[in-house]
C-alpha cells in the first residue's frame, strides 16, 4: 500500500515538473514573437510638411463673443416691503425711470414729525426775535433758537431724501433681462430687484496675440462677422487691454452697432483685423510647435528620424508662424504625432 502510494506522488510530480517545462518554453516563444513585432513597430507613424517661402496677408481673423453695451442690476437704496414692481422681463426702461416702490407708511409719518418740528422751531424764533427786540431774551437765548430751526430743517430734509428712497430708480436705459423678487418680498438695501441690459451697441471681445496687437490701436475700424447674420459690420476698436489675459492674449473690445437689437449679448463673431502684409516670409505650419508657439521647439526629420530642435517663431499668421530662425526652406517638419515622440525617435510618414 505504502508503495502505491510512493508510486502515485512521484507520478503527480513527473506531471507538474512537465507542465513547467511546456509554461516556460511557450512563454519564450510568446517573448520572441512580441519581440519580433517590437523590432518591426519601432518607428512611429507621423504626419510631416514642408518649411517654405511664401506671401502673407496682412488680413488675421479671431473669434469672439458679444458683450452688452452697459449691464446693470437695478438695487433699491433702502430696506422694506417691495409693494410695487411697474416693470417685468423684456420690458424697456430709461435711466431714471422708476421700476418699483417699497412700502414708505412709516417714513412718511417720520416726514409729518420732522415738518411739524420744524414749524415749532420756525415760530419758536420768531417769538424770540421779538423779544429780543424789547430785551425779554438774551443774544445766547436767540442763537439757540436759531440753531434749532437749523437742525430741524436737516432733519426735515433728512426725512424727505429717505422717503424719496422708496422709488426704486433705474440708472441706465435698457431692456430688464431677470427679475429677481415678486411684490411683497421684504428686500435690504442693495438687494438686486431687476437687472437691465443695454444692446442698443454691442461689443465683441477678442484675444489677440502679443504679435498682432502692437500693430491695433483704439479707434481703428474693424470688419466684425456675426455668426447669426449674413455679412459683416464695421466695429470701431474702443479697448485694448494693457496686461495680457494669460498665454500673451491680449483682450481687445470692438463696439458695433445694433440696429433693431439683432444682435445679443453672449453670442460669437469674428473679427477681421487688417494689417501690412509680407513676401518671402519662411513659414510652418502652426500644428509643428511641440507645446505652445512660444516654446519655440519643432521636430525635424532627417533620413526618417525626429529631431528636437529649437528655433525661433515670428508674426503669428493665424494657421502658420513665421520662422526667424533654426530651419531653411525645404526642411521637413512634423505636424501630427509629436506627442509619441522624444529626440532621435525613427519615424514613418503617413501620407
Do not use: C, H, W
Not at 458679444?66 to 416693470?87: D, K, T
Not at 414749524?119 to 420768531?126: G, S
Not at 424770540?128 to 437742525?151: M, P, S
Amino acid at each position: 500500500m505504502k508503495k502505491n502510494t510512493i508510486i502515485t506522488i512521484l507520478a503527480i510530480l513527473g506531471i507538474g515538473v512537465a507542465f513547467f517545462f511546456i509554461l516556460q518554453r511557450n512563454k519564450k516563444s510568446n517573448e520572441e514573437k512580441v519581440a519580433v513585432v517590437a523590432e518591426k513597430n519601432k518607428d512611429v507613424a507621423v504626419r510631416t510638411a514642408t518649411v517654405k517661402t511664401e506671401d502673407v496677408s496682412g488680413e488675421f481673423s479671431v473669434n469672439g463673443t458679444f458683450l452688452p453695451n452697459r449691464q446693470a442690476q437695478i438695487s433699491a437704496e433702502m430696506g422694506g416691503q417691495l409693494v410695487a414692481l411697474y416693470v417685468k422681463e423684456g420690458s424697456y426702461v430709461r435711466a431714471g425711470q422708476s421700476i418699483g416702490r417699497l412700502a414708505g407708511e412709516k417714513l412718511n409719518v417720520n416726514v409729518s414729525g420732522a415738518k411739524a418740528n420744524l414749524d415749532n422751531a420756525i415760530m419758536a424764533l420768531n417769538r424770540y426775535e421779538q423779544a429780543y427786540k424789547t430785551g425779554g431774551v438774551t443774544a445766547l437765548q436767540l442763537d439757540q433758537a436759531r440753531l434749532q430751526v437749523k437742525n430741524a430743517r436737516t432733519q426735515l430734509q433728512s426725512a424727505n431724501l429717505q422717503s424719496g428712497d422708496t422709488n426704486v430708480v433705474s440708472k441706465v436705459s435698457g431692456i430688464v433681462n431677470q427679475k429677481f423678487v415678486e411684490v411683497g418680498t421684504v428686500v435690504g438695501a442693495g438687494t438686486p430687484i431687476v437687472e437691465v441690459v443695454d444692446i442698443s451697441s454691442v461689443k465683441l471681445k477678442v484675444d489677440v496675440d502679443q504679435s498682432m496687437v502692437s500693430q491695433l490701436s483704439v479707434g481703428n475700424t474693424v470688419k466684425v462677422q456675426p455668426d447669426v447674420i449674413e455679412g459683416a459690420i464695421d466695429g470701431r476698436i474702443t479697448f485694448i487691454a494693457p496686461s495680457a489675459s494669460g498665454a500673451l492674449k491680449f483682450p481687445v473690445e470692438i463696439t458695433v452697432p445694433n440696429s433693431f437689437n439683432k444682435l445679443k449679448a453672449g453670442m460669437y463673431g469674428t473679427a477681421v483685423f487688417n494689417r501690412s502684409g509680407a513676401t518671402n516670409v519662411l513659414t510652418i505650419p502652426r500644428d509643428a510647435f511641440v507645446g505652445s508657439v512660444s516654446d519655440n521647439q519643432v521636430f525635424v526629420v532627417r533620413n526618417n528620424i525626429a529631431y528636437l530642435t529649437k528655433i525661433k517663431g515670428g508674426v503669428n499668421y493665424g494657421d502658420r508662424v513665421e520662422v526667424i530662425s533654426g530651419l531653411k526652406a525645404g526642411d521637413e517638419v512634423v505636424t501630427s504625432g509629436q506627442i509619441n515622440l522624444t529626440d532621435k525617435t525613427p519615424i514613418r510618414k503617413l501620407k
